[in-house]
């Protein structure tokens, strides 16, 4: 680690709290903003996702090494943490700080990216089965039920076995394409009740089609619980690559990411436990964060609480 | 009801074979063939196409595919390839195992959520609900894995506390009484199921807390209060009662994830599960044995949710109404 | 759900008691002939029945089932009879060079009381030979024509050809079956067969039970006939990662393991008061395998492989003494070419092309492999110097390796990128020459002679040979060395020319042929680890009386 890297490091802490202090002086003039804030964790967490967001796209400012470079494959294996390596080495002499940092890219790219799938697919899915109910309902829904059926890990084994050796791409829309069930679920029961709302009669008393009805009046009204279950779902997601790189069907090598950082670093953890207890408590974290993030927006955009 | 029920029963059965049927697609249109010795001896391509020959792989897949419903059907798993006997014996024995380890997770998850979650709940905003709120937070928060390689460091190997691994000792269980046979079996589970168990109980004891602030808040709980009942009954006896109802469902639902999510808690605590099985099946291609695995997930699924419907349908008489 | 929390701490105590009980100090044996031995074993046998298997679990545990006609010496010499030692045959004559005669020895026994016979023999050879039993080992006895039964203790074996190794063929791949107890099973339901759950066999422990994915326990023949193995039991316990199975050795809760891994986990055996570490020479050698044919058609050449200058350009990109360390510490040594340490022609007067990035660098300038476009990678006519690398993904050396060389070939302008896949995937790739390249690793047989063919030779195509390598002159040579009828000096040298050929060829870059390393409980003596068969002695350790721990006293 060079002063550079530390200052730049400081840099991003200081962003990442600056903005949420910000944020928060914003928000205050909002009852949803207030009620977001009112939770303890909810700025914490959102300063732990800027700081990790900041050091992800920065990565190149905060890491000193490039995350693949083996430094010395023979004198620098499994080094414990010190002022050059604030983290340690891995088995391959990789400095672990700065395969965190690009590892943060990775997990959070591939945590966001295939929520994002997840979310899409499962919103027009479950928006489909609640306006168009009937058949289109019951296949949607009875599909939705084969899918939950087969253990998400399982599916994604066998799938992934349908590939020889996984393109990033690829996993993330696999990632995506098995975690849309339940989001379809909640939509579905969102858009039920929102369809027989008077403003959804009237836009279709008015000749809209059901496209332009769906997308304009019904899912906007359902995004509360969309926006919530993605953000609890991308925490999922990072646990679920974790998994993945564990059973080595996860992001490919040399791309360092966190759940691959375990994967190569267990069976050392006897004599270099930091290889993979750092990015370990790094998911946690963001996990964390998210989790209270997404635990705040629920309290914050549930309709019932403007109420009172 | 007896009409709702049947119509539930031919759903799941239904959706069995859909999944049963996915699964055999998927496994069979995979790279990799089956048969093949360790990774470092050589095979012999003769003796490879021999063993398909045998087992019927190198007939069409419709062929293949029909042939395996009409065994399945008359309750013909097949014979597993990797572990040479047939599929059922291996299911018989994996699946204990497995409900075992569901099992105790289950009870930690929920028993120990549960005592939280009611504690949190009754000291809401104080100490002692800020510091295991966060600690609950993180612990739901923690890939279940590595929560299970750090405790098999700490408490197999650097305190050996507890074993490293295995369902019995191998050495002392078959010499021991009724009551040591029981008592080694559960410390060999001890870690398996505190790895499962911590991260449920950790999301239980959060979803319970605020199940049960939003109960206190309500009108027939202020109204317990107002007519005296001592805040212990309140708490156990009218919030919690309104805050388990959706208790049951989670419980369906969790039950058939512990089944087969504990693919690997059971690979590091080397626990002779379904999940391992069907985590090794489909890495040697074991066809019939994925298969069977799909085939037993989606029947415990299955059979959890019309087993959460039930019982909530017994809780709540007003659901009945409704789905009727 | 409504169970009182002091319910429950009662229930944890009384449990907590009954484990404190347990561990108590059991009575139980003394003397000379107790002992457990707990190994701990990668993986699980799929089925005890020896022609059915070639897997190392199934192979550690019937070695103390059923025993061959003689056995391989400590020395793995296979040339000849002279380093054998009796088993189930008492002696052996040559009747003529084609003929070889066993006296077997009249004490030897079935488990459950009958005597071994010749007819036991003649049926065993049958049985691995036949197509329907399939066995793995078939090829490797097709040099014996026939087995027969002379009379019910001499059992006569006739060769078709003659060689060096006619004595290791006849005794070393077939384990003695019970005809009596297997002649009513059909051969084609041998691969499931129920008597390979139980196994009833000759040799110095008989099997007590399976629980599968958990552990194996046999126990000692006390009326073996070659003498009563000292130690009582022996239980083999699964674990599916090596390392977990690393981990209760260390934690006292194995006594055994064979393989240890990498530096790291040697050091930990070491520094563990309780374990006595035994190196022992290597049966294994890994390396990256080039594939001269090109990816997905095998009638075609490889765009960069089947240029041998770029072969050996790319061999000598990589610094192999330097990533043995990395990976082995000083576990291991560069082998020559595809060589294993356990082989008596293991030779480092051999030369692979040394380590020469500049050489390596002009070789590849020399054939037009430049960075025209700068951009890390070298091209030629507009192709990048890029290709993908197969690795498995259950060895973590390999993906070590992988990623370790990835590296090296960065350095010389070469873009590799890692197909990181598993067995079934690897190897059907393998075989029908879909891959540029692969991290392969051979565990070999004692000789040379068998391996080498299958996997350097025409005779692999579609096998073991994976990269489809084959030179006539290097084939040639291999058969005068196998079939040698000089002194072993000759033999030597003629085997010698042959690797020096194919290393040269560099159809590979050959990586590692690692140092074994065990780790026994160090209350266990004379023990002794043959390299080709880690446990195949165990029958001769002891544990003497005054080192017993618990474990040993415990009585079934």
């Given at each position: 680690m060079t002063p550079r890297t530390w200052l730049a490091l400081l840099a991003a802490l200081t962003v990442a709290i600056a903005a949420v202090a910000l944020l928060r002086r914003r928000a205050a003039r909002t009852p949803a903003g207030r009620e977001f804030f009112r939770h303890p964790p909810a700025a914490p967490g959102l300063a732990v996702l800027g700081f990790f967001a900041i050091v992800a796209i920065g990565a190149r400012l905060v890491a000193?090494?490039?995350?693949?470079?083996?430094?010395?494959?023979?004198?620098?294996?499994?080094?414990?943490?010190?002022?050059?390596h604030p983290l340690g080495t891995d088995t391959f002499s990789r400095d672990t700080w700065s395969r965190l940092v690009f590892g943060a890219r990775i997990s959070l790219a591939v945590g966001a990216l295939a929520m994002l799938v997840a979310v899409t697919v499962g919103s027009i899915v479950g928006a489909m089965a609640g306006y168009f109910r009937r058949w289109v309902d019951a296949v949607l829904m009875r599909t939705v039920d084969v899918g939950l059926a087969i253990p998400r890990l399982f599916l994604l084994l066998m799938i992934a076995a349908l590939?020889?050796?996984?393109p990033l791409p690829v996993l993330v829309l696999l990632i995506g394409l098995t975690g849309w069930f339940g989001t379809s679920r909640l939509v579905r029961a969102e858009v039920l009740s929102v369809r027989e709302r008077d403003f959804v009669a009237a836009a279709r008393a008015l000749g809209a089609g059901p496209a332009r009805v769906i997308f304009r009046h019904v899912l906007p009204n359902a995004a509360a619980p969309i926006i919530v279950s993605a953000a609890l779902g991308i925490g999922n997601v990072l646990l679920l690559e974790a998994g993945l790189s564990f059973l080595g069907i996860g992001v490919q090598p040399p791309l360092p990411s966190w759940g691959n950082m375990i994967g190569d670093g267990w069976r050392q953890l006897a004599v270099a436990p930091w290889a993979t207890l750092f990015p370990g408590l790094a998911i946690a974290v963001v996990v964390m964060a998210l989790n209270a993030v997404g635990d705040a927006l629920r309290d914050a955009l549930d309709p019932r609480r403007e109420v009172t | 009801m007896t009409a709702w029920l049947m119509r539930r029963l031919a759903a799941a059965i239904a959706g069995v074979w859909a999944v049963v049927t996915l699964t055999f697609l998927l496994i069979h249109l995979a790279p990799g063939t089956p048969f093949?010795?360790?990774?470092?001896r050589p095979a012999d391509p003769a003796v490879i196409a021999e063993l398909r020959a045998r087992f019927g792989l190198d007939r069409p897949l419709p062929a293949q595919y029909v042939s395996y419903l009409r065994e399945l059907v008359r309750g013909n798993l097949g014979v597993s390839f990797?572990?040479?006997?047939?599929v059922a014996e291996a299911l018989v024995e994996a699946i204990p195992n497995t409900l075992v380890l569901a099992g105790a997770a289950l009870c930690i998850d929920f028993l120990l959520g549960l005592a939280l979650g009611i504690y949190q709940a009754a000291r809401a905003r104080r100490a002692a609900d800020v510091v295991l709120g966060n600690a609950t937070l993180f612990f739901s928060s923690v890939p279940t894995f590595w929560l299970g390689l750090v405790l098999l460091l700490v408490f197999?190997?650097?305190?050996?506390?507890?074993?490293?691994?295995?369902?019995?000792?191998?050495?002392l269980y078959s010499s021991l009484p009724w009551a040591g046979k029981v008592a080694d079996r559960l410390w060999h589970l001890a870690l398996p199921a505190l790895t499962l168990g911590v991260v449920g109980a950790a999301g239980t004891a959060r979803y319970q807390r605020a199940a049960m602030l939003e109960a206190l808040g309500q009108d027939f709980v202020r109204t317990a209060r107002a007519k005296g009942a001592t805040e212990r009954r309140v708490l156990l006896r009218h919030a919690l009662g309104n805050a388990l109802l959706p208790f049951i469902t989670l419980f369906g639902l969790a039950f058939p994830f512990l089944l087969t999510g504990a693919v690997l808690t059971e690979t590091i605590f080397a626990w002779p599960g379904m999940g391992r099985l069907a985590a090794e099946a489909i890495a040697t291609r074991d066809y019939p044995m994925v298969t069977a695995a799909a085939l037993v997930a989606a029947v415990m699924v299955a059979a959890g949710n019309l087993l959460a419907d039930l019982l909530l349908a017994a809780a709540d008489p007003r659901i009945r109404v409704a789905s009727e | 759900m409504r169970l009182p929390p002091r319910a429950i701490c009662r229930s944890f105590f009384l449990a907590a008691l009954v484990v404190t009980a347990a561990c108590g100090p059991p009575g139980g044996c003394r003397g000379d002939y107790c002992g457990t031995l707990v190994f701990a074993a990668t993986g699980q046998p799929d089925i005890l029945l020896p022609p059915v298997t070639e897997q190392a679990v199934p192979r550690d545990i019937f070695d103390q089932i059923f025993l061959k006609l003689a056995d391989i010496g400590m020395s793995t010499?296979?040339?000849?009879?002279?380093?054998f030692q009796a088993q189930l045959a008492r002696r052996w004559e040559w009747d003529d060079p084609l003929t070889l005669v066993f006296h077997l020895d009249p004490r030897a026994r079935w488990q459950d009381g009958a005597p071994v016979t010749a007819a036991d023999v003649a049926f065993t050879f049958d049985a691995y030979t036949d197509l329907k039993v399939?066995?793995?080992?078939?090829?490797?006895?097709?040099?014996?024509?026939a087995v027969t039964a002379r009379d019910s203790l001499t059992a006569v074996f006739r060769f078709r050809t003659r060689y060096p190794e006619m004595f290791f063929d006849a005794v070393y791949h077939m384990r003695i079956l019970p005809a009596h107890l297997?002649?009513?099973?059909p051969r084609d339901q041998w691969t499931t067969a129920a008597f390979g759950r139980a196994p009833v066999g000759n040799g110095p422990y008989r099997f007590v039970s399976w629980t599968p994915g958990a552990s194996v326990e046999l126990v000692a023949d006390s009326a073996f006939f070659l003498g009563r193995p000292h130690i009582r039991r022996l239980i083999w316990r699964f674990t599916p990662e090596h390392e977990v199975a690393m981990t209760q050795l260390i934690a006292g809760?194995?006594?055994?393991?064979?393989f240890l891994g990498p530096p790291p986990n040697v050091q930990r055996a070491h520094q563990a008061p309780q374990l006595a570490v035994y190196p022992y020479r290597g049966t294994a050698y890994g390396y990256l395998g080039?594939?001269?044919?090109a990816n997905g058609d095998t009638t075609r050449p490889h765009?960069?492989?089947?240029?041998r200058e770029v072969r050996r350009a790319l061999s000598m990109a990589v610094d192999r003494e330097r990533l043995l360390r990395s990976v082995f510490g000083d576990l291991a040594k560069v082998p020559?070419?595809?060589?294993?340490?356990?082989?008596?022609?293991?030779?480092?007067t051999l030369r692979a092309p040394p380590y020469d990035p500049a050489q390596a660098a002009s070789l590849l300038e020399r054939r037009d492999?430049?960075?025209?476009?700068?951009?890390g990678v070298r091209d030629r006519r507009g192709q990048p110097l890029a290709f993908r690398l197969l690795v498995l993904s259950t060895s973590a050396v390999r993906r070590r390796y992988g990623q370790l060389l990835q590296e090296q070939f960065r350095a010389i302008g070469a873009r590799v990128e890692l197909d990181v896949v598993e067995n079934t995937v690897l190897q059907e790739r393998a075989h029908a020459g879909k891959f540029d390249a692969v991290l392969a690793s051979w565990v070999t047989d004692p000789t040379p002679s068998s391996g080498i063919p299958q996997t350097w030779?025409?005779?692999?195509?579609?096998?073991?040979?994976y990269g489809r390598y084959h030179n006539p002159a290097f084939e040639a040579a291999l058969h005068r060395a196998a079939t040698a009828r000089g002194t072993a000096q000759e033999a030597q040298a003629l085997w010698r020319t042959a690797v020096q050929l194919i290393a040269d060829d560099a159809?590979?870059?050959?990586?590692y042929a690692p140092d074994n390393v065990a780790a026994v409980h160090n209350?266990?003596?004379?023990v002794r680890i043959r390299?080709?068969?880690?446990?195949?002695?165990?029958?001769?350790w002891r544990i003497p009386s005054d080192r017993l721990i618990d474990r040993d006293r415990v009585e079934r």
């Amino acid at each position: 680690m060079t002063p550079r890297t530390w200052l730049a490091l400081l840099a991003a802490l200081t962003v990442a709290i600056a903005a949420v202090a910000l944020l928060r002086r914003r928000a205050a003039r909002t009852p949803a903003g207030r009620e977001f804030f009112r939770h303890p964790p909810a700025a914490p967490g959102l300063a732990v996702l800027g700081f990790f967001a900041i050091v992800a796209i920065g990565a190149r400012l905060v890491a000193p090494y490039h995350p693949a470079a083996q430094l010395d494959i023979v004198g620098l294996q499994n080094q414990a943490p010190s002022w050059a390596h604030p983290l340690g080495t891995d088995t391959f002499s990789r400095d672990t700080w700065s395969r965190l940092v690009f590892g943060a890219r990775i997990s959070l790219a591939v945590g966001a990216l295939a929520m994002l799938v997840a979310v899409t697919v499962g919103s027009i899915v479950g928006a489909m089965a609640g306006y168009f109910r009937r058949w289109v309902d019951a296949v949607l829904m009875r599909t939705v039920d084969v899918g939950l059926a087969i253990p998400r890990l399982f599916l994604l084994l066998m799938i992934a076995a349908l590939w020889e050796g996984l393109p990033l791409p690829v996993l993330v829309l696999l990632i995506g394409l098995t975690g849309w069930f339940g989001t379809s679920r909640l939509v579905r029961a969102e858009v039920l009740s929102v369809r027989e709302r008077d403003f959804v009669a009237a836009a279709r008393a008015l000749g809209a089609g059901p496209a332009r009805v769906i997308f304009r009046h019904v899912l906007p009204n359902a995004a509360a619980p969309i926006i919530v279950s993605a953000a609890l779902g991308i925490g999922n997601v990072l646990l679920l690559e974790a998994g993945l790189s564990f059973l080595g069907i996860g992001v490919q090598p040399p791309l360092p990411s966190w759940g691959n950082m375990i994967g190569d670093g267990w069976r050392q953890l006897a004599v270099a436990p930091w290889a993979t207890l750092f990015p370990g408590l790094a998911i946690a974290v963001v996990v964390m964060a998210l989790n209270a993030v997404g635990d705040a927006l629920r309290d914050a955009l549930d309709p019932r609480r403007e109420v009172t | 009801m007896t009409a709702w029920l049947m119509r539930r029963l031919a759903a799941a059965i239904a959706g069995v074979w859909a999944v049963v049927t996915l699964t055999f697609l998927l496994i069979h249109l995979a790279p990799g063939t089956p048969f093949l010795p360790g990774a470092e001896r050589p095979a012999d391509p003769a003796v490879i196409a021999e063993l398909r020959a045998r087992f019927g792989l190198d007939r069409p897949l419709p062929a293949q595919y029909v042939s395996y419903l009409r065994e399945l059907v008359r309750g013909n798993l097949g014979v597993s390839f990797a572990r040479r006997r047939p599929v059922a014996e291996a299911l018989v024995e994996a699946i204990p195992n497995t409900l075992v380890l569901a099992g105790a997770a289950l009870c930690i998850d929920f028993l120990l959520g549960l005592a939280l979650g009611i504690y949190q709940a009754a000291r809401a905003r104080r100490a002692a609900d800020v510091v295991l709120g966060n600690a609950t937070l993180f612990f739901s928060s923690v890939p279940t894995f590595w929560l299970g390689l750090v405790l098999l460091l700490v408490f197999g190997q650097w305190l050996r506390w507890f074993p490293v691994g295995g369902v019995t000792d191998p050495v002392l269980y078959s010499s021991l009484p009724w009551a040591g046979k029981v008592a080694d079996r559960l410390w060999h589970l001890a870690l398996p199921a505190l790895t499962l168990g911590v991260v449920g109980a950790a999301g239980t004891a959060r979803y319970q807390r605020a199940a049960m602030l939003e109960a206190l808040g309500q009108d027939f709980v202020r109204t317990a209060r107002a007519k005296g009942a001592t805040e212990r009954r309140v708490l156990l006896r009218h919030a919690l009662g309104n805050a388990l109802l959706p208790f049951i469902t989670l419980f369906g639902l969790a039950f058939p994830f512990l089944l087969t999510g504990a693919v690997l808690t059971e690979t590091i605590f080397a626990w002779p599960g379904m999940g391992r099985l069907a985590a090794e099946a489909i890495a040697t291609r074991d066809y019939p044995m994925v298969t069977a695995a799909a085939l037993v997930a989606a029947v415990m699924v299955a059979a959890g949710n019309l087993l959460a419907d039930l019982l909530l349908a017994a809780a709540d008489p007003r659901i009945r109404v409704a789905s009727e | 759900m409504r169970l009182p929390p002091r319910a429950i701490c009662r229930s944890f105590f009384l449990a907590a008691l009954v484990v404190t009980a347990a561990c108590g100090p059991p009575g139980g044996c003394r003397g000379d002939y107790c002992g457990t031995l707990v190994f701990a074993a990668t993986g699980q046998p799929d089925i005890l029945l020896p022609p059915v298997t070639e897997q190392a679990v199934p192979r550690d545990i019937f070695d103390q089932i059923f025993l061959k006609l003689a056995d391989i010496g400590m020395s793995t010499n296979t040339v000849g009879d002279r380093d054998f030692q009796a088993q189930l045959a008492r002696r052996w004559e040559w009747d003529d060079p084609l003929t070889l005669v066993f006296h077997l020895d009249p004490r030897a026994r079935w488990q459950d009381g009958a005597p071994v016979t010749a007819a036991d023999v003649a049926f065993t050879f049958d049985a691995y030979t036949d197509l329907k039993v399939n066995s793995p080992t078939r090829a490797a006895l097709r040099s014996i024509a026939a087995v027969t039964a002379r009379d019910s203790l001499t059992a006569v074996f006739r060769f078709r050809t003659r060689y060096p190794e006619m004595f290791f063929d006849a005794v070393y791949h077939m384990r003695i079956l019970p005809a009596h107890l297997l002649r009513e099973v059909p051969r084609d339901q041998w691969t499931t067969a129920a008597f390979g759950r139980a196994p009833v066999g000759n040799g110095p422990y008989r099997f007590v039970s399976w629980t599968p994915g958990a552990s194996v326990e046999l126990v000692a023949d006390s009326a073996f006939f070659l003498g009563r193995p000292h130690i009582r039991r022996l239980i083999w316990r699964f674990t599916p990662e090596h390392e977990v199975a690393m981990t209760q050795l260390i934690a006292g809760e194995a006594d055994a393991l064979e393989f240890l891994g990498p530096p790291p986990n040697v050091q930990r055996a070491h520094q563990a008061p309780q374990l006595a570490v035994y190196p022992y020479r290597g049966t294994a050698y890994g390396y990256l395998g080039f594939n001269l044919t090109a990816n997905g058609d095998t009638t075609r050449p490889h765009p960069l492989f089947s240029d041998r200058e770029v072969r050996r350009a790319l061999s000598m990109a990589v610094d192999r003494e330097r990533l043995l360390r990395s990976v082995f510490g000083d576990l291991a040594k560069v082998p020559p070419g595809p060589l294993s340490q356990i082989w008596s022609i293991w030779d480092t007067t051999l030369r692979a092309p040394p380590y020469d990035p500049a050489q390596a660098a002009s070789l590849l300038e020399r054939r037009d492999w430049r960075d025209a476009n700068s951009d890390g990678v070298r091209d030629r006519r507009g192709q990048p110097l890029a290709f993908r690398l197969l690795v498995l993904s259950t060895s973590a050396v390999r993906r070590r390796y992988g990623q370790l060389l990835q590296e090296q070939f960065r350095a010389i302008g070469a873009r590799v990128e890692l197909d990181v896949v598993e067995n079934t995937v690897l190897q059907e790739r393998a075989h029908a020459g879909k891959f540029d390249a692969v991290l392969a690793s051979w565990v070999t047989d004692p000789t040379p002679s068998s391996g080498i063919p299958q996997t350097w030779t025409r005779d692999g195509f579609g096998g073991g040979n994976y990269g489809r390598y084959h030179n006539p002159a290097f084939e040639a040579a291999l058969h005068r060395a196998a079939t040698a009828r000089g002194t072993a000096q000759e033999a030597q040298a003629l085997w010698r020319t042959a690797v020096q050929l194919i290393a040269d060829d560099a159809p590979g870059i050959w990586l590692y042929a690692p140092d074994n390393v065990a780790a026994v409980h160090n209350r266990v003596a004379d023990v002794r680890i043959r390299p080709d068969s880690w446990w195949a002695l165990v029958r001769t350790w002891r544990i003497p009386s005054d080192r017993l721990i618990d474990r040993d006293r415990v009585e079934r």
